[in-house]
């Protein structure tokens, strides 16, 4: 029985190897050396043998990809590296764009950019652990995603154990689930067949299909995974210096990387191979709509750094969209939260880049000019990736008799309030300050989830509460659970037409209290950020809120104060004192004071006891983890005082790459030395 057991033994975990080696052979090699039915049969023949054997199977065995049960719902994932968006440029020039803002910030360090075709897919993030995959995980809001690691193991081409040796301990890889064309084609095929409806674009289809509870349903799809970088790593590959070495430990390990990868030193090279791989991308079996353009030596993305979206190494370039002719129906106006009055085309329906588009985007009147576009007129519209789609050209010559041309609206079409042009003549603004649709878009922006996170308040609530006059400031929302009664009887229109409206109801008005609640504790940056204050984004609100502290501060400080802060030059400054110091600024500051919403931040106390407190810490070098801005912030955070010279009174010297004369001081005067893991480490201690 025993010697019995022992072949057996032996036998899977041959077959395993060999199974592995021609998943490696098939989608890392692009090489495979047996055919379909040779594959199944080894797979079965494993099968056979773990079913013999139930306690020799193992959770990584080729057999075991797909689950048996479905799953009650997701679990969330915290990525503990963001999952960053990348930018778009669509023209040569802005590529070119791109390119000096690089060269400026790396001044006269030598690099080269690494290419790589932009997969249209669904971004996702796979966790080896000591070589084993344990979690697979949507993007999400880039902080936080859907544990689908059941829904990844069906993925032939996601290994469920890396290959060969050398493997960091912890390896986070991310990259884009796909659907490949011939796959995509069958299924669709086979959903026809079946009377369902087919799935619009390759798309649409892998992101429905990785949103399956039930893994077995993901199963036979045929989608497909491709790695383009890396979350986290533990410990640090030393001697990868680049992405191009990354990529080729990747594929050492198993993981498929793109076999397109290209690398440039020179723009106007990079700009002819961008044209060239417009006509090559077509030939090949899945959708990409573009390029990744990225700095290929990691040390030199630590020193360009990230904005609070996306990193400032890397650029998408995506091709001229695909176009559509149709017929202009009518014009309507959006309102916007800044006043901006927005011509929005009503479209007779036309099928674009797999979706059917009805409205499109006219930007402003100048635009609604220079194409001298008339209702009735056919247009040519245009759809780029995610990006709404707009009206880009008008034929004149098929122009019918009656068409009538689009003037601006004389007065708000939200509140007939005046209108204004904006400096330039592009944009039409409403100025009245109490504008209905404006507080509707400002209270909606107030609410989002980037700001005060309050679920719920999407446009139609935010309609709702503006109409009935519930919500005049954005106090008025923590004012909300004095008027409940009114709230819970908030109606709204019946999803089917003949149906009654239905009122919002205790339940939704009590969750809604809840999360407006909840809501006092975010941070002052956010609340800064949701003041929606011209030209005060996400990163510059934090590096407003860590400098000053409080709201009282930050409107005291004049123009020369508020560009002390880093990051923050005269444009900033102005737009900042010019909120502060107008009535309606000033309003809003004391009505939320009046709510007791007033938060503090970085000038809170100090934490009492830690490593940090009262220490003096000076960082030199490139940290690979941390911009300058954010590392100084962490040790405040932590009770230290970051300092830019090294002396006696020095406690620590954080030592990222390429330290220089820092560290040799620190070193002369004997003051402890830190690594960048050494001082997460200590921070940790606490
Ligand atoms: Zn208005």
Known sequence: MSAERAAAHRRIAALRAELRHHDYLYYVAAAPEISDEQYDRLLRELRDLEQAWPDLVTPDSPTQRVGERPLEGFAHVTHAIPMLSIDNTYSPGELREFDARVRKALGDRPFEYVVDPKIDGVAVSLRYEDGRLVLGATRGDGTTGDDITANLRTIRSVPLALHGRGWPRILEVRGEVYWPRPAFERFNAARRAAGEEPFKNPRNGAAGTLKQLDARLVAGRGLAFQAHGLGVLEPPLPDVTTQTELFARLREWGIPVSPHLRTFRDIDRLLAFVEEWDAQRRGLDYDTDGLVIKVNELVLRAVLGTTARSPRWCIAYKYAAEQAETTLLSVDYQVGKLGTITPVANLAPVELAGTTVKRASLHNFDQVRRLDLHIGDTVTVEKAGEIIPQVVAVDPARRPPDARPIAPPPRCPACDGEVAQDEGGVYLRCINPECRAQLVERLRFFCARDQMDVEGVGEQLAEKLVAAGLVRTYADLYRLKDRFDELV??????????????????????????????????????????????????????????????????????????????????????????????????????????????????????????????????????????TRAEVEALIKAHGGKPSGSVSRKTDFLVAGAEAGSKLDKARALGVRVLSESEFEALLQSE
């Open 489 to 626: 009887r908030l109606e709204f229109a019946p999803a089917d037409a003949g149906r009654k409206a239905v009122e919002l109801g205790e339940v939704r008005a009590r969750k809604l209290l809840a999360g407006i609640e909840v809501s006092r504790t975010r941070p002052l940056a956010r609340l800064l950020a949701a003041l929606n204050i011209r030209h005060v984004g996400a990163t510059t609100a934090e590096l407003l809120a860590e400098h000053f502290g409080s709201l009282e501060a930050l409107a005291a400080a004049d123009e020369a104060a508020l560009q002390q802060v880093e990051g923050v030059g005269p444009e900033v400054a102005a737009s900042v004192r010019q909120f502060f110091t107008s009535s309606g600024g000033r309003h809003i500051l004391a009505e939320l004071r009046a709510v007791g919403l007033d938060p503090r931040q970085a000038r809170r106390a100090a934490p009492a006891s830690g490593p940090l407190v009262g220490k003096t810490v000076v960082v030199t070098g490139t940290l690979a983890r941390y």
